[in-house]
């Protein structure tokens, strides 16, 4: 079976992910780019592998050669270019990188949430104000009705 991304993809998907989101010492979690959550995106790519390619793609055409060989001010760009014309694609790479990122352990830890999943048990919400929602159930019904 053949790797779901090529190496140079792989390297710059490690680029991205630590420009969304770098490691911090302040509050002692790694960034998007640390091995543990590269292979986690990698592995749990599945139905997404497509459109990430697609971004990964889109991302190297923009930069002209790998992310990583850019300067901070180069990469900026590309990413601010990549965010304004990647569309569907861009929005599923960032998805996958945030859903990865903060399902990892020590992410968790630093949020104060136990690592556990979130059933049987759940977990408590504060109650907010139910009468916000008066103007929405107050509209009329807008899809149609199934036969």
């Known amino acids: 079976m053949t790797a779901p991304l090529t190496s ?16 911090s010492d302040e509050y002692k979690v790694p960034g998007a780019d640390d091995s543990a959550i590269q292979a986690d995106i990698i592995a749990t790519l599945g139905r997404e592998i497509e459109l990430v390619r697609q971004a990964l793609d889109r991302l190297a055409q923009l930069a002209g050669k790998p992310l990583a060989d850019l300067d901070p001010a180069q990469r900026d760009a590309v990413a601010k270019e990549f965010r304004a014309t990647g569309g569907a694609a861009a929005a599923t ?13 020590r992410v968790l830890r630093s949020l104060g949430l136990e690592l556990r999943a979130p059933f049987p048990m759940g977990y408590t919400l504060e109650q907010g104000d139910w009468s916000l929602l008066g103007p929405v159930k107050a509209r009329p019904f807008m899809l149609r009705r199934a036969p």
């Open 8 to 23: 140079a993809q792989q390297d710059d998907l490690r680029t991205v992910a630590g420009m969304m989101i770098p490691a």
């Open 93 to 105: 790479l960032i998805r996958v990188v945030l859903q990865c990122y903060y399902r990892d352990d």
